[in-house]
């Protein structure tokens, strides 16, 4: 039963959903209504890129439950949110290693995003992806 | 139109850790808050009160005294004291009572808050991937501020300086050592940019205010405080909150920057009157943040009045001269209290050591709590 959220799975798009009235609020997972009209939303996939709006290092294992450590024991790890064209910030893991450092972190960086079994996973684009 | 109300007893324990239970400290606040309005429990018509982890208010009379009195138990999160105090505020004005009783207190474990998803209504991966760490919240809101503004973690650290220092001069805080920069910069991140020493730790403690009509003040001998105003507000679409899976796009609302407007405008003052004020410091990042959100600077001003002295007990704007939660430590329900307790010493002239010079005048109080409320007041001498 017991899968590492960690792996990378398959990855999809973010599954959200967006207000059919003139709110046009994307909501990221998806809900049934709008959180901001209460009117009906609609499932949409969302951008699988975005910019890093913020972030933070989780230093210290989480409590567990409901943490649960990955097979190689708990590792410091980066999370933030990342900001989609559809105007939502998507709160997300930060697949960087930060052993060496925090250089690969920055504000506004491009980055993909994706949705596994776990929470959304983000990682740098790489050159090569910015300009396609 | 609405009827002046005057606080005319102030009463807390010392906060941190504590043999006493909750209810004990509860007691020990109230009889403080009484003796201090120079009545007996039998004169208190009306009474609120809570806590978040430590029982029941009402209860509280099988000590007090079995009146009769209308004892109201108030759970509102971080607000639960602003909430008490707005209830008795509108107790008065409302001619139920002339004499009211608001009463927070708390005691938390060691560690205290384990959140489950269920209970926030998020999916399990957000528990068992590790996004459930509040302290996540706090890192992440002043990373982004930090980045906007200019702000650096020296100013951080020089906040939660101020409150350790503010925190030896006040005899019932519980951090009374005082701590420099350069050690709260070394003291271990927790959530970047935020260190160890900048966060404040649940804790026990209790604070008591007697409220009373002017009518009622004036058969009293204690020297009375003028409640301007209370007001409690809960979050708007548009605010960035504890455990968040998303956070909508363009600027950020802010239920501390309504919660405070609607304070002055009720008092009818703006942040310029203001001679002292207590701002909530879960961390030194909010306290930052929190003084251009309820009016005090534009955002990013704070990088120069920190490092200026402009929030130190003798400085033009003094915050959180008590120590602040930093100092004090957190006991939930009793946080908004003591922060009121604090403005009324030193209205009143009496915070010893601590005393804002130059005989304050007006003083302002502002909790924030999850998810996403906040309750503030203005109160004048
Ligand atoms: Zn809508």
């Known amino acids: 039963m017991a899968t590492d959220p960690r792996s990378p799975a398959v990855a999809v798009g973010l599954q959200g959903s967006r207000c059919r009235s003139g709110c046009a609020v994307t909501a990221y997972p998806a809900e049934d209504t709008c959180p901001r009209c209460g009117g009906p939303a609609e499932p949409e996939v969302l951008t699988g890129t975005g910019t890093l709006w913020t972030w933070t290092v989780q230093r210290y294992a989480p409590k567990s439950p409901p943490f649960q450590a990955p097979p190689g024991g708990f590792e410091p790890f980066a999370l933030g949110y990342v900001e989609l064209a559809e105007g939502v910030r998507v709160a997300a893991v930060l697949d960087v290693d930060i052993r060496e450092g925090l250089d690969g972190i920055r504000i506004g960086m491009p980055v993909t995003v994706t949705a596994g079994h776990g929470v959304p996973r983000a990682r740098p684009m790489t050159p090569g992806e910015e300009d396609s | 139109m609405s009827t002046d109300v005057l606080i005319c007893g102030a009463g807390r324990t010392p906060f941190g850790r504590s043999q006493a239970s909750g209810r004990q400290l509860a007691v020990g606040a109230v009889n403080a808050a009484l003796a201090d309005a120079g009545i007996e429990w039998s004169r208190v018509r009306a009474a609120f009160g809570g806590s978040d982890s430590a029982g029941l208010a009402d209860t509280l009379v099988a000590q007090l005294g079995l009146t009769g009195v209308p004892f109201v138990n108030v759970k509102n999160g971080c607000a639960t004291g602003g909430s008490a105090l707005v209830s008795a505020v509108n107790a008065i004005r409302s001619g139920m009572a002339d004499v009211v009783l608001a009463v927070g207190f708390d005691k938390h474990p060691r560690g205290a808050f384990d959140p489950r998803p269920e209970d926030w209504g998020l999916g399990a991966e957000y528990g068992s991937d590790g996004l459930m760490v509040t302290t996540q919240f706090f890192g992440m809101k002043i990373q982004r501020y930090m980045h906007d503004h200019g702000i650096t973690p020296r100013t951080l650290a020089l906040v939660a300086e101020k409150a350790y220092r503010n925190g030896g001069l006040t005899p019932e805080a519980w951090r009374r050592k005082p701590v420099d920069v350069d050690e709260i910069l070394d003291s271990g991140m927790v959530s970047d940019p935020l260190t160890r020493y900048m966060f404040c730790s649940p804790g026990a403690g209790a604070a008591a205010l007697v409220l009373c009509s002017p009518e009622a003040a004036r058969g009293l001998e204690g020297e009375p405080v003028t409640l301007r105003s209370a007001a409690v507000r809960t979050r708007r679409f548009g605010s960035f909150e504890v455990f968040s899976p998303w956070i909508p796009g363009g600027p950020l609302t802010s239920v501390s920057r309504d919660a405070s407007a609607a304070a002055f405008e009720e008092a009818g003052i703006g942040p310029g009157d203001v001679d002292v004020c207590q701002l909530q410091d879960t961390e030194s990042g909010a306290e930052v943040m929190?003084?251009?959100?309820?009016?005090?600077?534009?955002?990013?001003?704070?990088?120069?009045?920190?490092?200026?002295?402009?929030?130190?007990?003798?400085?033009?704007?003094?915050?959180?001269?008590?120590?602040?939660?930093?100092?004090?430590?957190?006991?939930?329900?009793?946080?908004?209290?003591?922060?009121?307790?604090?403005?009324?010493?030193?209205?009143r002239g009496r915070a010893g050591e601590r005393q804002v010079p130059g005989e304050p005048r007006v003083g302002f109080t502002h909790v924030y709590g999850a998810p996403g409320v906040s309750a503030c007041t203005v109160l004048s001498h």
């Open chain 2, 290 to 347: 929190h003084m251009a959100e309820c009016g005090f600077c534009e955002d990013g001003e704070q990088e120069r009045l920190v490092a200026s002295g402009a929030t130190e007990i003798g400085g033009t704007l003094p915050v959180n001269t008590d120590g602040g939660c930093i100092a004090n430590g957190e006991p939930i329900g009793a946080s908004g209290l003591r922060q009121v307790y604090e403005i009324v010493q030193q209205l």
